[in-house]
C-alpha cells in the first residue's frame, strides 16, 4: 500500500521545456506510466523517449524503454484522451498558476506542482479556485511524490528509495533525500515520500499527509521534516496529539537561522518572532514526537519512534 | 524587496492613499532648499526630517556620530522664527545625518549610512491608529491588520493587547469588500468624515496591495488629522520576490547600497546566499539541507559564516563563484561543503570544487561530504587532484572536523 499515487496511476506532464522534458525520461525510466503531456503549440506531435530503465524503479521490465507520448492543446483534451488521474506541473512559474488551475477544472484528482517562484498572489488565487473542487494540489516548489518501485512524480532522485514501512512529509527536497536515504540504510524504506514544497501557500499541508499516512495501512511511523517559518508545524502537532495513532519521528532546519531573512525557501522566514524552530520542535515534542537533534539522526529517530 | 519611506509614499499617493507632502534630498543643500515651498505650500510651519534606511525603528535611533540626534527630527523653530528658522535647523540636522551611521533595534550595532533624507510637512494629529496587509499563512489569504494601538510595534500590542488587533480577511476572488472595510473603520474608533476617509483609505491600500504585489505594506502610525483627513504619516513597503518579474517600476526603485555586496553577487550567479557572522563557511545544494547545515555545524559548537544553496543544477561556473563569495569573508576559517546529489551529481561538484580551490586558492580548511547520485565518482575527483580536502563520512563527522580544523 500507499498513498497518492501508486503503480495506477496515470500521469500528465504540463510544461515540456527542457526541465519537464528531463524529470519526464527519468519517470518513464523509473516506470512511471506518462500518459500524455500538455502544450499548446505542439498539439498533435508525439514526444518520444528512449534509453537504458532505471532497474530501481517498477520491477520486470526490460532493459530499454521507448516510450512515445502524446502532446495535446490542453489539460481537459489531454484528460479525456488518456484517462489521467495526475499531473506534473513544469511550467514556467509566470504561467503555473494558471496551468494548476486549468488541471484542476479538468477534473485531474492530484496535481502535483514542481515549479519555484510561482507568485505568492498567483497561489493565493489559485488556492481559492481549488477549494470547491474534489483536487489534491500537491507543491508548489517542491520534489514531488515517490511511491518506491510503483511511481515517481517529480525531480527527486528515485535510486536512494526502497519500499518499505515509513510515510515521509517534507518541506525541503535535499533534506527529504537526506531522510530517504537514512531510512533506506536502517532497513525501514519509505511507503510513499510526499514533497509538500518551501513557499508560504501551497496545496497539501503536514496534516492532509499525516491524515492519509495514519489511513494507510502499510505505513507503520512517519517522518516530517519541518523548517522556519508560518505555523504548519505547530498544527500538525496540534493533530498528531487528537488523531494520530502511529508513531511520528521529526527534524526541523533552521535552530541557527537569523530572524528576517528568507532562507532560500520563500516559505522559510522568521517573521515577527513567529515560525522559529524552537517553537516548533516544542510543539511537537509536546504532541509525542521525536524529534531529531541533527539531520544526520533522521533515520534513528524514525528507528526510536518505531520501537518506542 | 525593500524600498524606501519616500518612495513608498510615491506609490502609495499615486494610488490615491493621502500621504503628507514631502522632498526627498540627498545633499544638505537639497535638503535646506526643500523647507520654503514645503512651508509656503501647506501653510504648517513644522517640517519634518527623516532618514530614508531599510530598518525600522528610526525614531528611537540614535547616529553613532551624533548621539543627541535621533534619525526622525520634528523642526518646530518655524513656528517662532518662519522659514529662515526652520531652514538653519534643517540644515544643522542635515549635515549630522548625511553620511552618518544611524544605529535602530532593527540595523544591529553596526548600524546604517544615511544616503537620503526625507524632508516632510508637519502633521496636525487628531489620532495615531496602525494598518497593515500582509498574508496570512494559515488561511493563504492577504488579511488587513488594524489596532488603534498606532506607533507602538504590532509584534508588541499583539503580545500584550491581542483583543486591540483588528483582522479582516480579503478573499482574492472578491477583495476587500465595502463592509469590511467599514468594520475596521467603526473598530478603530472613526466617525463622521473620518469613518468616510478611512474606508476610502482601506480600500485604495487593498487594491495598491494586489497591484503591486507587496508582501508587506505596513501604515504605523496611520493618523487621523484634527480635519479628519486619514492619512500615512509612516509607509512601510515590501515586495513579494517571485513577482517582480512584472513590475519593473518597482524593480527601478531597488537601492543597492542598501543590501549586502556578497548576496548582490550571488544572486548575479543565481545563487542563493545570506551572510551571518560565523567562522565556518557553507556550500549547499537545496534549501533545506542549507539550513539543517548551519544548524548541525551550530550543534556541534561552531557558527555558520553563511547561508549557500547552489540549488538543485549548479554548473562549474556557480560553483567557482560560490567559492569566490565564501573565501572572500576574512571571518571564514573553514569551508564545508555538503551535497546530496540529486539531479546535480557529485561529480559536477566535485569537479567544480577542485577547479574553484585551482581558480581562488586554498588558505583554509576544506571538508567536503558528498552523498547521494555519482558518488564514488565524485569522491575520486577529491582523491585524485591531490588538494589538501578532508572528506566526511556523513553530515555530522563532516561538521565535527570542520569545527575541529577550523579552531
Given at each position: 500500500m500507499s498513498v497518492l499515487v501508486n503503480k495506477d496511476t496515470r500521469v500528465l506532464v504540463q510544461g515540456l521545456g527542457k526541465t519537464g522534458r528531463f524529470h519526464t525520461d527519468k519517470a518513464i525510466a523509473y516506470g512511471t506510466n506518462m500518459v500524455g503531456a500538455v502544450h499548446p503549440s505542439r498539439a498533435g506531435e508525439i514526444e518520444v523517449f528512449t534509453g537504458e530503465t532505471d532497474h530501481s524503479g517498477v520491477e520486470g521490465r526490460p532493459d530499454s524503454y521507448d516510450v512515445r507520448v502524446p502532446i495535446f492543446r490542453d489539460v481537459a483534451e489531454a484528460a479525456k484522451a488518456t484517462g489521467a488521474n495526475a499531473t506534473v506541473v513544469y511550467v514556467p512559474p509566470p504561467f503555473a498558476a494558471d496551468a494548476i488551475m486549468e488541471a484542476a477544472a479538468a477534473g485531474i484528482e492530484l496535481i502535483i506542482a514542481i515549479t519555484e517562484g510561482i507568485p505568492v498572489a498567483d497561489m493565493v488565487v489559485a488556492k481559492r479556485y481549488l477549494q470547491d473542487k474534489d483536487v489534491r494540489l500537491v507543491g508548489p516548489n517542491c520534489p514531488g511524490v515517490i511511491t518506491p518501485r510503483q511511481c515517481k512524480i517529480g525531480i527527486m532522485p528515485g535510486y536512494i528509495h526502497t519500499p518499505g514501512r515509513v510515510g515521509v512529509v517534507s518541506r525541503s527536497g535535499t533534506l527529504t533525500y537526506e531522510a530517504v536515504h537514512q531510512l533506506t540504510l536502517n532497513g525501514l524504506g519509505q511507503t510513499t515520500a510526499i514533497g509538500i514544497g518551501g513557499d508560504p501557500v501551497n496545496g497539501t499541508n503536514f496534516v492532509d499527509c499525516l491524515s492519509l499516512f495514519n489511513d494507510d495501512p502499510a505505513t507503520e511511523g512517519v517522518i516530517m521534516i519541518g523548517e522556519i517559518g508560518g505555523t504548519a508545524e505547530e498544527?500538525?502537532?496540534?493533530?498528531?496529539?487528537?488523531?494520530?495513532?502511529?508513531?511520528?519521528?521529526?527534524?526541523i532546519a533552521g535552530t541557527s537561522a537569523p530572524p528576517g531573512k528568507r532562507m532560500g525557501h520563500a516559505g522559510a522566514i522568521i517573521s515577527g518572532g513567529k515560525g522559529t524552530a524552537d517553537a516548533k520542535i516544542a510543539a511537537l515534542e509536546a504532541a509525542g514526537v521525536t524529534v531529531a537533534a541533527t539531520p544526520t539522526d533522521m533515520g534513528s529517530a524514525m528507528l526510536e519512534a518505531l520501537s518506542a | 524587496m525593500k524600498i524606501h519611506e519616500y518612495q513608498a509614499k510615491a506609490?502609495?499617493?499615486d494610488r490615491g492613499i493621502a500621504v503628507p507632502k514631502g522632498v526627498v534630498a540627498t545633499t544638505v543643500a537639497e535638503a535646506v532648499a526643500a523647507v520654503g515651498p514645503l512651508i509656503e505650500s501647506t501653510g504648517n510651519p513644522v517640517v519634518v526630517v527623516k532618514s530614508q534606511i531599510h530598518a525600522g525603528g528610526r525614531g528611537k535611533g540614535r547616529f553613532k556620530e551624533h548621539p543627541d540626534v535621533g534619525g526622525v527630527n520634528v523642526v518646530l523653530e518655524g513656528l517662532a522664527g518662519g522659514i529662515p528658522a526652520a531652514e538653519a535647523r534643517v540644515r544643522e540636522l542635515a549635515t549630522a545625518m548625511l553620511g552618518s551611521t544611524l544605529v535602530t533595534v532593527q540595523t544591529g550595532e553596526e548600524g546604517k549610512r544615511v544616503n537620503r533624507l526625507y524632508i516632510e510637512q508637519g502633521i496636525d494629529i487628531a489620532t495615531e491608529l496602525y494598518v497593515s496587509v500582509l498574508l496570512d499563512r494559515a488561511t493563504s489569504r492577504n488579511i488587513i491588520m488594524a489596532s488603534t494601538e498606532g506607533g507602538t510595534e504590532i509584534e508588541i500590542v499583539a503580545e500584550e493587547t491581542p483583543e486591540k488587533i483588528l483582522m479582516e480577511e480579503i478573499d482574492p476572488g472578491f477583495?476587500?469588500?465595502?463592509?469590511?472595510?467599514?468594520?475596521?473603520?467603526?473598530?478603530?474608533?472613526?466617525?463622521?468624515?473620518?469613518?468616510?476617509?478611512?474606508?476610502?483609505?482601506?480600500?485604495?491600500?487593498?487594491?495598491?496591495?494586489?497591484?503591486?504585489?507587496?508582501?508587506?505594506?505596513?501604515?504605523?502610525?496611520?493618523?487621523?488629522?484634527?480635519?479628519?483627513?486619514?492619512?500615512?504619516?509612516?509607509?512601510?513597503?515590501?515586495?513579494?520576490?517571485?513577482?517582480?518579474?512584472?513590475?519593473?517600476?518597482?524593480?527601478?526603485?531597488?537601492?543597492?547600497?542598501?543590501?549586502?555586496?556578497?548576496?548582490l553577487t550571488a544572486k548575479e550567479y543565481g545563487l542563493s546566499f545570506i551572510k551571518l557572522d560565523g567562522t565556518i563557511?557553507?556550500?549547499?545544494?537545496?534549501?533545506?539541507?542549507?539550513?539543517?547545515?548551519?544548524?548541525?555545524?551550530?550543534?556541534v559548537g561552531g557558527e555558520p559564516a553563511n547561508f549557500l544553496d547552489v540549488g538543485g543544477g549548479a554548473d562549474k561556473d556557480q560553483i567557482v563563484a560560490a567559492f569566490k563569495i565564501i573565501t572572500a569573508d576574512p571571518n571564514v576559517?573553514?569551508?564545508?561543503?555538503?551535497?546530496?546529489?540529486?539531479?546535480?551529481?557529485?561529480?559536477?561538484?566535485?569537479?567544480?570544487?577542485?577547479?574553484?580551490?585551482?581558480?581562488?586558492g586554498l588558505?583554509?580548511?576544506l571538508v567536503v561530504r558528498l552523498e547521494g547520485t555519482n558518488v564514488d565518482r565524485g569522491k575520486q575527483i577529491i582523491d585524485d587532484s591531490g588538494l589538501n580536502v578532508v572528506s566526511a563520512a556523513d553530515m555530522k563527522d563532516g561538521a565535527i572536523k570542520i569545527v575541529e580544523l577550523a579552531r
Open positions: 498544527e500538525a502537532a496540534a493533530w498528531i496529539t487528537q488523531y494520530m495513532t502511529k508513531p511520528v519521528a521529526g527534524f | 506609490l502609495m499617493s477583495g476587500l469588500l465595502d463592509f469590511q472595510a467599514r468594520e475596521l473603520a467603526a473598530g478603530l474608533g472613526l466617525e463622521g468624515d473620518a469613518a468616510r476617509n478611512g474606508v476610502r483609505f482601506l480600500h485604495a491600500l487593498a487594491a495598491a496591495s494586489v497591484e503591486l504585489d507587496t508582501d508587506l505594506v505596513e501604515i504605523n502610525p496611520l493618523v487621523v488629522t484634527t480635519d479628519g483627513t486619514v492619512m500615512a504619516l509612516d509607509g512601510k513597503m515590501s515586495f513579494e520576490a517571485n513577482a517582480l518579474y512584472r513590475h519593473p517600476d518597482v524593480v527601478a526603485l531597488r537601492d543597492e547600497s542598501e543590501e549586502d555586496a556578497a548576496e563557511g557553507c556550500m549547499v545544494n537545496g534549501a533545506g539541507l542549507a539550513m539543517a547545515t548551519m544548524d548541525i555545524i551550530n550543534y576559517k573553514g569551508i564545508f561543503v555538503n551535497i546530496f546529489g540529486g539531479i546535480m551529481r557529485c561529480d559536477t561538484i566535485a569537479e567544480g570544487v577542485v577547479e574553484a580551490v585551482k581558480e581562488v588558505e583554509v580548511p
